[in-house]
């Protein structure tokens, strides 16, 4: 196989060596939300797991460390802004990458107004515990335009509020499920969170909780957006994501033990009915820690906010500049360096699917529907990732194949990701989650016909797709990939 490849021209780029490893780690880490993720998700996933909740979140976490590693893989040999778009184009092929780049956009576009609409309902919350009446959908709308201030101007900025706002919501959240371990909680200490036995659901239970466990790591990824303003993005990349699921993934599973144990292992119908777990247990074992707990639970749904949507601009940026989707997304701010256009389209949707989900189904539920369909979204992302490491490492990068890196744990990875998708399909859930798959299978199917209609109608683009890398210059598909993206 001719492995040369032909030069395009330059690409327009974001700013090169803007942040470095601890960026990236933030950049994940904070997209993850630990506070937001140990407010909302354990109560839902213990509706179907009951005392085994804890359990749910470590096998959340064993699952996303096996997918995680082919993606680690791919960060390392293809850094760019386009993440799973690219990963997914260059190993599998340029339709495939369209379709994954769709998903992505799915996943994290829905991300952002489900954390918008959350943001509105739970600071309305804490603002009416002191005696201050404000609708939640001003709420949403004034931290609309924070984020769009914050990402107009630029990653750094962004990044450090970010830093603030985790390193804020962690010490607030660890310190409370201290106070509640340490004071022995309602019932004494107990193993039995960990025991998957426990569950009042069955395996059925655990499965359907861990859509919500696997939620709450959704973001890992998120430092693959940044692999064009990183430096030395090889590694640095890869770290990143590594370093965040580690530290987050001991972060829920202090949290979310001392939750159980706080609750009592007796009392998980008061926990599934509680709406604002962690405020009750500031209010049981630390009274004076009631106002920082809320505080926390509003910077980490922010910090989600901020990161999310600085990642999906960053795939709609580098689609739209290889052609993927209309040049204009594809343009940078010449003042910041930023996807300028590709900010404007995503807030435009993000105010759509917050008011319009929110004021139809309520705030919170608009969490949890959003935050069904986008979990089901991302994870055939992380199924296609996994396939093209597969696949890149048995050709073009098989001098650096790996029999455990790029065939084991790949085809570990799909299998375990079959879990919660069988949750969300048996026994069949209440209405509307029962339709949530349905919906993105369909979306799956446009995607396809379209990525289809694209190579009939201009071959050209799908040469391009994947191929603009951290340097920003565009490199087209290498011959043998050339010719299957024609035809």
């Known amino acids: 196989m001719d492995n040369s490849h032909t030069q395009a021209p330059a690409a327009a780029s974001l700013r ?44 959340a976490l064993a699952v996303m460390l096996i997918v995680g590693s082919s993606i680690m893989e791919m960060a ?18 340029p339709r495939a990458g369209f379709v994954t780049g769709g998903l992505m956009f799915l996943a994290y576009a829905l991300l952002v107004p489900a954390e918008l609409a959350l943001i509105g309902v739970y600071t309305h919350d804490v603002l009416a515990q002191h ?30 509020t970010a830093l603030i706002l985790f390193t804020a919501e962690v010490l607030v959240i660890v310190l409370l499920s201290a106070i ?11 193993l039995a969170p960990f025991n998957p036995g426990e569950s009042s659901g069955g395996l059925s239970g655990i499965a359907l909780g861990m859509v919500f466990g696997i939620l ?3 973001g890992f990824e998120a430092a693959t957006t940044l692999g064009e303003e990183v430096r030395d993005p090889r590694r640095n990349i890869p ?5 965040s699921l580690l530290f987050v993934g001991a972060i829920y599973l202090f949290c979310t033990y001392s939750e159980m144990i706080g609750f009592g292992t007796d009392n998980v119908d008061r926990l599934v009915g509680d709406t604002a777990p962690f405020t009750t247990l500031a209010t049981m074992y ?16 922010f910090a989600v906010i901020m990161n999310s949507n600085n990642g999906i601009v960053r795939i709609v940026f580098a689609m739209g500049r290889e052609g993927m989707l209309p040049a204009a997304l594809g343009r940078v701010s010449t003042t910041h360096q930023t996807p300028s256009t590709a900010i404007w389209l995503q807030g435009a949707v993000a105010v759509v699917f917050t008011f319009g989900v929110g004021l139809l189904s309520g705030p919170f539920n608009a969490y949890v529907y959003l935050g069904s369909i986008l979990t ?7 199924i296609l990732t996994n396939i093209a490491c597969m696949r890149h490492f048995g050709d073009l990068g098989r001098s650096e194949r790996s029999l455990l890196r790029h065939a084991v744990l790949p085809v570990l990875g799909i299998a375990l990701l079959a879990i919660p998708i069988y949750g969300q399909v048996y026994p069949v859930p209440d209405a509307p989650v029962r339709y949530f798959p349905y919906l993105v299978l369909l979306f799956i199917v446009v995607m396809s016909m379209i990525a289809i209609q694209i190579g009939r109608v201009r071959p050209e683009v799908l040469l391009r797709a994947g191929g603009v890398l951290a340097t920003g210059e565009a490199e087209a598909l290498p011959a043998g990939e050339a010719e299957s993206a024609g035809r």
């Open 16 to 59: 090169p060596n803007a942040i470095g490893l601890g960026g990236a780690v933030i950049m994940s880490a904070a997209l993850m939300g630990p506070a937001v993720s140990v407010y909302f998700n354990p109560q839902v996933s213990a509706s179907h797991a009951g005392v085994a909740t804890p359990f749910v979140f470590v096998a």
């Open 76 to 93: 390392r040999v293809f850094p760019s802004a386009g993440a799973f778009y690219t990963f997914v184009s260059r190993g599998i092929g």
């Open 131 to 160: 005696g201050i009446q404000l609708h939640w959908t001003i709420i949403s709308a004034i931290f609309i335009v924070l984020m769009l201030v914050l990402s107009l101007r630029g990653i750094t900025g962004s990044l450090r």
């Open 180 to 190: 509640v371990l340490i004071k022995g909680g309602a019932d004494g200490l107990s």
């Open 216 to 218: 709450s790591f959704v």
């Open 239 to 243: 770290l990143g994501m590594f370093l």
């Open 286 to 301: 630390a009274p004076w820690l009631k106002l920082l707990v809320g505080l926390a639970g509003i910077s980490s749904i």
């Open 376 to 382: 089901l979204a991302i994870i055939p992302v992380y």
